[in-house]
Structure formats: structure tokens, C-alpha cells
């Protein structure tokens, strides 16, 4: 770039004349450098308005100016002065001398001639001059969607979406979204792309898929430059065709949308989110709609496709279903072939594919021949989640053997009974659940619920104060309580005057601040721990009592434990939002020595009104099972406030035990808590790496895909 100006440069004449200039807080030499030179734009203004157009002209040069010969009439008494009209300002950002608008503008395509009366296209006239490429596409078109063709048949003849012209070159989408559920926009690259280049988009409605509707007029693209166009959809997933004409140097080209509903707004995205390993988010589509198009297709000698019916469970007779869930039961019969009903327990002939109220089958699993190594299978699938108001990915969640009849799981049953359990390969639903508020109401007194089984309780204390408080709840709540432990830095020093709002007739005691709970566990009579911090609000046993509950109802359960939420000022109001609902493996890495990261999801948004098994419960408010603490085996190390609680239940899954948690109830936290993320609190060396396979298929997998 030039660095030496014009000698006839004008800073004061360049300044005025460009808005942009001052907006750019440049000054005006620096800011012709780098962009008035690039622009085209003159140095200065022409000889004889360089002085008019100057800021310097002095008031004595405007009063030698000669007025006007016409006369000028008075304007009435009272009248207002009439505005003074401004010339209007050049643009702020002009365009080079001699620039042809359509070399870098788009503009709507030449009218393309329907080949039936009632405004349809036949396939077959689609890029009629792309040869035997173009063909191609059009039999994937026709397998996809049953179509009769010479060529169907044939297996000689590849299955593809002949992506190659939109991935490469000018013609490249570079992004493209479902905007609204009633366009299909498109993002093309900005290289040089020839003349007269038309882009169109066709689509069928479910009932008629030969006949083709042009999605809008189309777009002529510009010869070069970006282009951002939105095409009107026919239908919300029906496959889409995109038609390449009158290129320069090559012939028409034609593209197959398969499955256009896994783009960005579309009611599959969350499913293409959940499964992307490209860096480029249309590099993945493209490969993935290729693999689901050949899969969807099958040849010969391939399998049956695995899911042979579809029925809902949970849907209450009558109920409001999602939106564009009709038109989702239109798109399963014209492409898959299957009926979708409502069922009461979910029993259907053949390999039935059971999903829960407001969920959608996956493509992937509708697509499949391999949704198990076992093809005699029960089968149980992560399933994902998704807002329903523009189907923004959220989750993606897994749960374990135990919990496949739970009503928020998807599975595939009708081969063999449930005990033949079998994990699927690929997410089998999305559910469109609304994610609630993140922040909630501190909610109105209410009479305290009474627990009635006899515990044995370890309070984790901080303060005085607060240990005070929570022993005062428990002799409210917790009248059977049998022994109270008291666990603190410094012992019970400090905290005498606390210990006299303890129960009648229980003599609180002091433990060994490194004690491990297995230690405690063998030191106690009753049948339960119950582990509290004295952050803890105990004001309703409640929760203390579902608790209990589903310790109880599972034999091999070792711990249970709820969603827990933490107090946050906001605005001078107290209100509540999501710490703890038990420990969940975030990742895994061998970059620097073999990983395992666990960390605390917000669970309340990812698994509402369930229970679930989770890797570990925190310490703060956990009901643990005496019997499964006391027959570990001692592990060496040093007591961690951050790591006791991973270490314990990842002992306890290895022992055979397991760890629950549930939303069905909360309890609450007094101050604010941060929620631990992606750390590794467990150490290396402490498990070793095969057995996380055995841990990972043990407990919940949440997975956040925003």
C-alpha cells in the first residue's frame, strides 16, 4: 500500500465530503491510505466548488457571493420559517467508479417454465445438461422416496447427494439454517463464480413426492462476492433439491438435501450437534446426510431396517402435542414408510421404537440396520434434548441399564423381553422440553414434614451459628435421630454453645476432621448415614424423606441424594438457582497422562421430575448406606474437601454399589455455590484406565451441545 499521498490531497475537503471519516476516528490522511485509495475515491473536490465545499470558507467570502435576481417575498406575520433543506450526503460507503451492480449483486432468476399445468416439475427436468452426475442425484431422489425409475434398481449405481458443486469453488455453502421453519437460508461464498449463474431450490410436499415445487423465483448469483439468499420451504423436512444452471466452463450441476431438517433451526439439529466431528458445521452435514442417504437406501444384501413402528408413551388422551409434530408423522410415511400412533404401554408388532410425550425419532435411528451388535435385542438409547421454539440443541443424555423403563427414555422392544438389555449405537429421540428458568423462587413457609427413621448423622460445620441452626432443624425434623457426629477443623472447639440446640437426649460428638466416612461408618449403630453440611436449610423433611425412600427401594443402592440449590441476591431478592444434583463424568483426555473429568451439570434443565444414577453424590446432603461404607476397602491419601466425594463413589461403583440422585425434590443451600466443571479432583493412578469403561456404563452421561 502506497504510503505517500496525492500532492492535490484536501484533508479538510476528503473529511467533510465522507461521513465515514470521522466515524472511523482516523485521521483523514490515514484513512485515505488504507480506504479512500482502495474505494476510488477522488483526492479532492473539482477546482470550482473546492472552495464552497471547504469547513475554512470564512462568513466574509459567503457575503461576497452574489444573491439571487428573483425577489423574495415576505413570509407572513406569524409564519414559521421555512426549513432550510440539506443536499443530501454522499453514502458512507461508495462504490469505485465504473462498479457493475451485477457483478457483485444478486438478483431474482430468469422464470423457469413448469412442466406440468399445475406449476409441478418432473424430476428428470431438473439440470438437464449436467449428464450423468446430475442423473445420479436424481435416482438417490427416487430410492429415498420409493419413486418407480429405469435405473432404481440398478446396484451398480451409486447412492449420492452430489454435494461436490456446493462444497468447492464460488458455488460453496458456506452456511446454511432453517429460519422460522419456513425458509431455507442459504450462505454462498464470496470467489469468482462466472455469468449468469441461477441457483433454485425444489421441494415436494409428503403426499406427492414426485411432483416438485420451485421453492420461490431462485437467485442469479453475482459473478463474484458473498450471496445470502433464503429459499421458501414447501415442507419442514422433506428432502430438498438444489439446481445449478447456465454455469461457465462446466455443465448444470444438481444437489440432494436428504435430510435438510439437521441443519442450524431445523427439528434435527440437535442430532447433528450431538454427533459433528468436522470442523466445519457444513462439512459435517454433507457428510453426515451422505451416510444416513445410503443407510436410509440400503442396496442389496443389506439388512432390514431396524425399527419397523413407532408409538408414543406418556401423552395423556387429548393432550396439545408440540408443534409440527403433524407434519413429522406426514414425513416418517413418505420417506421411512412408517406409521407413528399413540400407545398405553407402548407394545407394537415387530421392532417397535417406544418414545416418551413430545419426542421425535432420530434419523439416524429411523435410518439404521445396526442399532445393536445383538439383532435379537432389547434396546435402550441416549436420546437428546431440545428447546421447542427454534429446536436449539441443549443435551444429550444416556441413561443406564436400570432406568430403561423410565418414561423420559427412548428404546426399541418387541424381539425379545426387557431383560435382554442392549445399548443402542446412536441417539434414538429428541424431546422438545422448554428449559425452565435457571433462577427460582424462594418458596412460602410450609409445616415441616417429619422423618421417622432412625439415622445416625455426620454435620459438616463451618460456624457456629450455622451449626446451631441446622442441630435446631434436626430436632424438628429428624426426632430419631440416634447419634450426631460432628466433623470441623478444629474439633468442637469454638462450638460448644451450638451444640446445646442438639436434640434431647443426644450428646453430639467430635470426629476426626481427616476421617474418612468409611472409618465413621463402622463407628455408628444405625443403618443410615446421613451426611449435612450446616449450609443446609433443613426447614422440611420433604425432601429427607424421598431421600430415604429410594435408598431404601434399591438394594444395591449406596448413596442417594437430590438436586440441591444455593441462595444468589439478585436485586435485594433472595433467589435460588441450580448448585449441585450429583457428579457426572465431563471428559476424558490422554493428552498428558490419562484423565477422567467429572463436574456438576445443571440437572434441573437436563433431567426434570427423574431419578437418575450419577458417578457420585456431593457430601453436603446425601443419605448413605452403613453397610456398603464399612465393607470398602481402605484407600490410601490424604482427606480433600474437593475430592472426598468423587473418590468415594467411584469406590463404591467399584464394589458393585451405585449412587443415586433425583429433581423430583430439591433442597437448599444458604449462601451462593459455585458448581464444579471439567476438573479431574480423583488424581492420576487412582483408577486405572480400563475399568472406566466399567464406571461410564454405570451412571448417567449428560452432555451439554450449546
Same mark, same amino acid.
Given at each position: ?34 480506504f479512500?485509495?482502495?474505494?476510488g475515491?477522488?483526492?479532492?473536490g473539482?477546482p470550482?466548488?473546492?472552495?464552497? !465545499?471547504s ?10 457571493q452574489?444573491?439571487?435576481?428573483a ?15 440539506k ?17 457483485v ?32 442425484v ?7 422416496? &420409493? ?6 434398481g ?11 458443486a456446493?462444497?468447492?469453488?464460488g458455488?460453496?455453502?458456506? +452456511? ?10 442459504l450462505?454462498?461464498a464470496?470467489?469468482?463464480r462466472?455469468n ?8 415436494a410436499?409428503?403426499?406427492s ?11 442469479q ?6 450471496v ?28 440432494? #438435501?436428504p ?10 439439529n440437535?442430532e ?5 466431528v468436522?470442523?466445519?458445521p ?8 451422505e451416510?444416513?442417504?445410503?443407510e436410509t437406501?440400503g ?6 431396517r ?28 413418505a ?8 400407545s398405553d ?12 410425550? &413430545? ?18 435385542a432389547?434396546?435402550?438409547?441416549p436420546?437428546?434434548v ?22 423420559a ?15 443402542a449405537?446412536?441417539p434414538? !429421540? ?16 410450609q ?13 459438616? !460445620? ?8 441446622l ?6 425434623v429428624?426426632? &430419631? ?17 451450638? #451444640? ?21 461408618a ?6 443410615t448415614?446421613l ?5 443446609v436449610v ?5 425432601a429427607?424423606?424421598?431421600?430415604l ?13 437430590c ?20 457428579l ?9 497422562g ?22 457420585? +453424590?456431593?457430601?453436603l446432603?446425601?443419605a ?7 465393607? #470398602?476397602? &481402605?484407600?490410601?491419601g490424604?482427606?480433600s ?6 473418590r ?7 464394589s ?19 458448581p464444579r ?13 480400563p ?5 461410564l ?7 451439554e451441545?450449546?
Open positions: 500500500m502506497p504510503k505517500t499521498l496525492p500532492p492535490e490531497f484536501d484533508p479538510e475537503w476528503y473529511s467533510a465530503s465522507y461521513s465515514d471519516v470521522s466515524l472511523s476516528g482516523l485521521d483523514p490522511r490515514e484513512h485515505y491510505r488504507r479512500g485509495r482502495v474505494l475515491r477522488p483526492p479532492c473539482p470550482e466548488t473546492k472552495r464552497q !465545499a469547513p475554512s470558507s470564512s462568513k466574509a467570502d459567503k457575503k461576497l452574489p444573491s439571487s435576481s425577489p423574495v417575498e415576505a413570509a407572513p406575520v406569524g409564519a414559521l420559517p421555512s426549513p432550510k433543506l443536499k443530501s450526503a454522499p453514502p458512507i460507503i461508495d462504490r469505485p467508479q465504473g462498479l457493475e451492480r451485477s457483478t449483486i444478486a438478483a431474482v432468476a430468469a422464470p423457469k417454465k413448469a412442466s406440468s399445468n399445475d406449476g409441478t416439475f418432473d424430476l428428470d427436468d431438473l439440470a438437464a445438461a449436467g449428464g450423468e452426475p446430475t442423473q445420479q436424481r435416482d438417490s431422489y427416487r430410492r429415498l422416496l &420409493n419413486l418407480p425409475g429405469d435405473r432404481v440398478r446396484t451398480d449405481q451409486p447412492t449420492t447427494c452430489g454435494s461436490w456446493f462444497r468447492t469453488g458455488t460453496r455453502i458456506e +452456511n446454511a439454517s432453517m429460519v422460522d421453519g419456513a425458509r431455507l437460508r450462505m454462498l464470496g470467489a469468482e462466472g449468469g449463474v441461477s441457483l433454485r431450490a425444489y421441494q410436499q409428503p403426499s413426492p414426485a411432483n416438485l415445487l420451485m421453492m420461490g423465483q431462485g437467485v448469483l453475482p459473478s463474484e462476492g458473498p445470502l439468499h433464503d429459499f421458501e420451504l414447501v415442507h419442514p423436512l422433506m428432502p430438498v433439491l438444489l439446481e445449478l444452471e447456465g454455469v461457465e466452463g462446466f455443465n448444470s450441476a444438481l444437489a440432494l #438435501l435430510f435438510p431438517s439437521l441443519l442450524p433451526g431445523g427439528l434435527h440437535a447433528l450437534k450431538a454427533l459433528q468436522e470442523p466445519s457444513m462439512d459435517d452435514f454433507w457428510e453426515r446426510s451416510v444416513l442417504l445410503r437406501v442396496g442389496k444384501g443389506w439388512p432390514e431396524w425399527v419397523s413402528c413407532i408409538a408414543t408413551v406418556g401423552q395423556e388422551q387429548g393432550s396439545k402435542e408440540e408443534p409440527g409434530l403433524a407434519e413429522v408423522r406426514e414425513w416418517l410415511l420417506v421411512f414408510g412408517l406409521d407413528w400412533h399413540q404401554d407402548g407394545a407394537s408388532g415387530g421392532r417397535g421404537l417406544i418414545l416418551p410425550r &413430545n419426542s421425535i425419532p432420530t434419523i439416524g435411528a429411523l435410518a439404521s440396520r445396526h442399532l445393536s451388535e445383538n439383532e435379537n432389547y434396546l435402550q438409547g436420546y437428546l431440545a428447546e421447542p421454539a427454534d429446536n436449539r440443541p441443549k443435551w444429550s443424555i444416556t441413561l443406564v441399564a436400570d432406568q430403561a423403563g423410565d418414561a427414555a427412548p428404546r426399541v422392544s418387541g424381539v425379545l423381553p426387557e431383560t435382554a438389555l442392549r445399548p449405537r446412536t434414538l !429421540a429428541i424431546t422438545l422440553r422448554p428449559v425452565p428458568n435457571s433462577s427460582h423462587a424462594a418458596p412460602p413457609e409445616a415441616a414434614v417429619v422423618v421417622e427413621d432412625a439415622l445416625a448423622i455426620l454435620v459438616d !460445620a463451618t460456624t457456629a451459628a450455622a451449626t446451631a441452626r442441630l435446631a432443624a434436626i430436632k424438628d429428624v426426632p &430419631n435421630v440416634t447419634e450426631i457426629l460432628i466433623r470441623a477443623p478444629d474439633g468442637l472447639e469454638g462450638l460448644q454453645p451450638a #451444640l446445646a440446640a442438639a436434640p434431647q437426649g443426644v450428646q453430639p460428638r467430635s470426629v476426626s476432621y481427616n476421617a474418612s466416612l468409611r472409618e465413621i463402622k463407628d455408628i449403630r444405625a443403618d448415614l451426611t449435612l453440611s450446616d449450609r433443613l426447614r422440611d423433611g420433604a429427607l424423606c424421598a431421600v425412600e429410594m435408598l431404601k427401594r434399591r438394594d444395591t443402592a449406596a448413596s442417594a441424594s438436586a440441591l440449590l444455593a441462595e444468589k441476591i439478585v436485586k435485594k431478592d433472595v433467589v435460588l438457582q441450580p448448585a449441585s444434583g450429583g457426572f463424568p465431563t471428559g476424558v483426555s490422554l493428552v498428558r490419562p484423565s477422567l473429568t467429572f463436574g456438576e451439570p445443571d440437572v434441573l434443565q437436563a433431567l426434570p421430575d427423574l431419578e437418575y444414577q450419577v458417578a457420585a +453424590n456431593t457430601l446432603f446425601t448413605w448406606r452403613r453397610a456398603a461404607l464399612a465393607d #470398602l476397602q &481402605n484407600v490410601p490424604t482427606r474437601s474437593i475430592s472426598e466425594d468423587v468415594l463413589g467411584l469406590e463404591l461403583l467399584r458393585g454399589y451405585t449412587n443415586w440422585c433425583t429433581t423430583r425434590v430439591t433442597a437448599r443451600l444458604s449462601g451462593p455455590y459455585a466443571d471439567e476438573i479431574d479432583p480423583v488424581g492420576p493412578g487412582f483408577m486405572a484406565v475399568r472406566w469403561e466399567d464406571v456404563g454405570k451412571v448417567t452421561l449428560v452432555r451441545l450449546f
